[in-house]
């Protein structure tokens, strides 16, 4: 048995994707009114899974391998020729460790949700699978089935356990997401099929294959938009502020912590590892794309009146900072985009929780509605200040470091010249200086002022030791990355130079 456990022959990866929506499958037999039976086998499943990962990941993959392991290849459907390839890097481990653990608080999160939440739960394992397998595929058909399979959970999560407006919210994300598929689905096919009487569809053999200019370019536009609104990237990002708007916090964290980051985990993993020509001819135009999106999502931000678009506009400002760093070809760049994506995974989903925690207590949504909440809950109010203050890239925190490192990926890129460099980190700097703005007027509207103790009668508690526990969990990795980013930088760090080599070597 120890020989097994310990040899890379062991199907570690399939037993990680595979075990979240096959043990969420054995919920049906659980008794239909048992919440609290239901929501405490989640939490196991979801605890089990990510000390599974994170056992099979200590002992079995070697930092320093810039090349994949614990690689499983096993043949599906013969017809096709269609193979079951799993395997990971320096790219997807943080990636895959940041879905377990923020999918595991997210279950502690919706411990409120009472509605059929058997099926809320089955639903939230289902995401779970789609998730951590679109980040260990190294077949493109798979990973495109395991980019489908967490769609169908969120439009459902949405649209069944959202505000008054989740079938609009709901129909538009499935609409933008579905719609985009197609051109990811196009995309997966043709590099299949181009140049070879043997199509393939294994990530390694297609890194190395070459193309046509012109067919590189296409290649490149089709995963780009699929890709784009997924991170999202303006202007396909407006189902996101109407989706985090009405979704239940517990899915919002999901959205903000996971969901997003699979469109950036895509953009390097497809169209900088597969398509270097393409991607070196697009970065200027990304750069231009990623610096508008931070000013625009940062000057759109203090418009909003609902609490969790205000935070979702964040989020969008926020992945301009990674859409940059890619674009910058550098390795500091790249190492910081991957340090932006594990960073603000972290800050979105706590700063979602924390909404969700509010809502709950007074049942309003709208900031010109609130005020005067610091003396009542004033350690929703502490955690609300000091993760507004994470991210907007405060000291000590992870959201300074991965900027900081892209702003110097900016500045050493050798493809740029040093006129454009300039204004694009003085125009990085303008969503900088906004960003503090639109977080501190929303702790302002909340917590300050006289508007809720003027009313008669008001009162309620402040956060228990579930929700203290939570945002403790999110916070104490934001300190840690903060203070030793080395943590993460040095998971990706080979993996970066190798994907670099194809644009200065290739």
């Given at each position: 048995?120890?020989l097994v456990?310990?040899?890379?022959d ?5 037993i ?6 096959s043990a ?6 659980l ?15 979801c605890?089990?899974e990510?000390?599974l990962?994170?056992?099979?990941f200590c ?7 810039p090349?994949?392991?614990?690689s ?18 320096g ?6 460790l940041?879905?377990?653990f ?5 279950t502690?999160?919706?411990f ?12 939230m394992?289902?995401m779970y ?6 980040f ?9 089935i395991?980019?489908e399979?967490e769609l169908?959970p969120?439009?459902l ?10 079938l ?6 499935i ?14 096919l043709g590099?299949?099929?181009?140049g ?6 294994n990530?390694?053999l ?19 938009i699929a ?5 999202p990237?303006?202007?396909?990002h ?12 517990s ?11 699979m ?13 270097p020509?393409?991607?070196?001819m ?6 231009v ?5 931070i000013?625009?999502a940062?000057?759109?931000s203090?418009?909003?009146r609902?609490l ?8 969008v400002?926020?992945?301009g ?10 390795d500091?760049g ?13 800050i979105?989903?706590a700063l ?7 809502y709950?207590?007074?049942r309003?949504?709208?900031?010109d ?5 610091a003396i009542?809950i004033?350690?929703i ?11 907007l ?22 493809k ?10 003085f125009?990085m700097a303008?969503?900088m ?14 917590f300050?002022?006289?508007?809720l ?5 008001f009162?309620?508690?402040?956060s228990?030791p579930r929700?203290?526990f939570?945002?403790?969990?999110i ?7 903060g ?5 993460v930088?040095?998971l ?7 994907i670099l080599?194809?644009y200065?070597?290739?």
């Amino acid at each position: 048995v120890y020989l097994v456990f310990t040899t890379n022959d062991f199907p570690w990866l399939t037993i990680i994707v595979v075990f979240p929506i096959s043990a969420g499958s054995l919920m049906l037999f659980l008794p239909h009114r048992g919440n609290k039976v239901n929501k405490w086998y989640t939490i196991c499943i979801c605890i089990l899974e990510l000390l599974l990962t994170t056992y099979a990941f200590c002992y079995n993959f070697k930092m320093d391998d810039p090349l994949i392991q614990l690689s499983e290849d096993y043949k599906w459907i013969d017809f096709f020729d269609f193979y079951w390839r799993m395997g990971i890097d320096g790219l997807s481990i943080g990636t895959i460790l940041l879905t377990g653990f923020i999918t595991t608080l997210a279950t502690l999160a919706a411990f409120p949700v009472t509605r059929d939440s058997r099926f809320f739960h089955f639903l939230m394992l289902a995401m779970y699978s789609g998730q951590i397998g679109s980040f260990s595929s190294r077949d493109l058909l798979l990973f495109f089935i395991m980019w489908e399979l967490e769609l169908i959970p969120v439009y459902l999560l949405l649209s069944m356990w959202g505000g008054k407006k989740r079938l609009y919210s709901a129909t538009k994300f499935i609409l933008y997401t579905a719609g985009s598929s197609i051109f990811l689905l196009i995309g997966v096919l043709g590099i299949s099929l181009y140049g070879s009487n043997e199509p393939t569809l294994n990530l390694e053999l297609l890194a190395n294959k070459s193309y046509p200019v012109t067919l590189e370019i296409l290649f490149y536009i089709g995963f780009l938009i699929a890709f784009a609104v997924k991170s999202p990237i303006i202007p396909l990002h407006t189902w996101l502020p109407d989706t985090h708007g009405e979704a239940h916090y517990s899915t919002c964290m999901l959205l903000a912590g996971i969901l997003l980051k699979m469109g950036a985990y895509g953009l390097v993993r497809i169209n900088m590892e597969l398509l270097p020509h393409a991607h070196s001819m697009f970065s200027p135009w990304l750069l231009v794309v990623g610096t508008i999106q931070i000013i625009y999502a940062a000057s759109t931000s203090p418009g909003q009146r609902n609490l969790k678009k205000r935070i979702a506009y964040s989020s969008v400002s926020h992945m301009g900072f990674i859409i940059i760093g890619i674009s910058s070809i550098t390795d500091p760049g790249l190492n910081g985009a991957i340090l932006q994506i594990i960073s603000h995974g972290f800050i979105g989903a706590a700063l979602f929780f924390l909404a969700g925690t509010s809502y709950d207590r007074i049942r309003l949504v709208y900031l010109d509605e609130m005020g005067g909440m610091a003396i009542s809950i004033p350690k929703i109010f502490t955690m609300f200040t000091i993760l507004s203050m994470a991210s907007l890239a405060l000291p000590g925190m992870s959201g300074f470091i991965a900027e900081f490192i892209v702003f110097f990926g900016i500045i050493t890129s050798q493809k740029y010249f040093l006129i454009s460099k300039i204004f694009i980190i003085f125009v990085m700097a303008i969503g900088m200086i906004l960003t503090p703005i639109y977080l501190l007027s929303m702790l302002r509207q909340m917590f300050y002022g006289y508007k809720l103790i003027n009313i008669k009668n008001f009162s309620f508690f402040d956060s228990g030791p579930r929700e203290l526990f939570l945002s403790i969990s999110i916070l104490l990795p934001i300190i840690g990355i903060g203070i030793y980013p080395d943590f993460v930088l040095s998971l990706a760090s080979d993996k970066v130079e190798s994907i670099l080599s194809n644009y200065f070597y290739g």
